[in-house]
């Protein structure tokens, strides 16, 4: 893994480097150099194998991270490659072109967290969340508790009991 590393180094600047394990490693590239990487590394490298495609919310930089994990079935090594966007225009390629299955997690991710790739199939249909009209859920500025006091009525007539106090009256209800 650390030899693809190098190789990868000497093709693309890459940012950041994380060697897990012998059969594992993260690199950060530039976004508008992520999906060039990507099919590089599928066409000339083996890794034809699209593992999963995530996101994280990092609000306090104000940006995205994406982390592309894909896998060599050959050499049985897998590689994610980390991009950072834009929170406020948060937009990536789609890379759809390399993997056909990629297109339902970048449909998942423009909804859950409002990150954009245009010319996805899909990309703006309902997936999870059929009239969905607020904030994406997913966004760490999403407020969980608020949503769920304005959407849902409180019902009335329920209790909390104490587990061990209500067991011991149901299983000895004369003590």
Do not use: C
Not at 3 to 24: A, C, G, T, Y
Not at 31 to 45: F, V
Not at 78 to 106: N, P
């Amino acid at each position: 893994m650390k030899q693809l590393v190098e190789i990868i180094q000497n093709h693309f600047p890459i940012n950041d480097i994380d060697l897990r394990k012998k059969s594992l490693a993260f690199i950060s590239i530039h976004q508008n150099q992520a999906i060039p990487l990507l099919e590089w590394l599928k066409t000339t490298h083996g890794y034809k194998a699209f593992v999963l495609l995530t996101a994280v919310d990092w609000i306090e930089e104000n940006r995205f991270q994406l982390t592309y994990l894909i896998s060599n079935p050959d050499n049985f090594t897998e590689l994610g490659v980390r991009v950072f966007i834009d929170r406020e225009k948060a937009e990536m390629v789609s890379a759809h072109h390399l993997w056909k299955s990629i297109w339902v997690y970048q449909r998942e991710l423009k909804e859950m967290f409002g990150i954009n790739f245009p010319n996805s199939p899909r990309v703006n249909e309902s997936f999870i969340l059929e009239g969905w009209d607020t904030i994406p859920p997913y966004r760490r500025d999403f407020d969980t508790k608020q949503y769920s006091e304005e959407t849902y009525f409180p019902r009335p007539g329920r209790s909390t009991n104490d587990p061990a106090k209500h067991m011991k009256s149901k299983l000895y209800p004369k003590d």
